[in-house]
Nanobody
């Protein structure tokens, strides 16, 4: 499965961006989908995750500002990011993990999000 992110860019503090992640697999609905981010010199950390039951979890640092959703018909997940902060600057990676097939775990190449004035 080729996972591909889009929507990154440069925004000022307080701005918004909407990231998209396409995973064109016929079994998309069986994938747990997640966004991670990695800032320079730091570990890759979970931002938000939506499972096959549509249960969503968020990192504490983004709760109330980011919204994750999925469209199984389009095979896309979206991450709406509002009220962005400088500390949100990172490369954002999409991950697709098949709930029913062990080892079927895929990463996209990442998209850069920079929050700066």
């Amino acid at each position: 499965v080729q996972v591909a992110e889009s929507g990154g860019g440069l925004v000022p503090p307080g701005g918004s961006l909407k990231l998209s992640c396409a995973a064109p697999d016929a079994n998309f609905r069986y994938y747990n989908m997640a966004w991670y981010r990695q800032a320079p010199g730091q570990e890759r950390n979970l931002v938000a995750r939506i499972d096959v039951e549509r249960t969503i979890t968020y990192a504490d640092s983004v709760k109330g500002r980011f919204t994750l959703s999925r469209d199984d018909a389009k095979r896309i997940v979206y991450l709406q990011m509002n009220n962005l902060r400088i500390e949100d600057t990172a490369v954002y990676y999409c991950n697709a993990d098949n709930e029913y097939l062990q080892g079927a775990n895929y990463w996209g190449p990442g998209t850069q999000v920079t929050v700066s004035s």
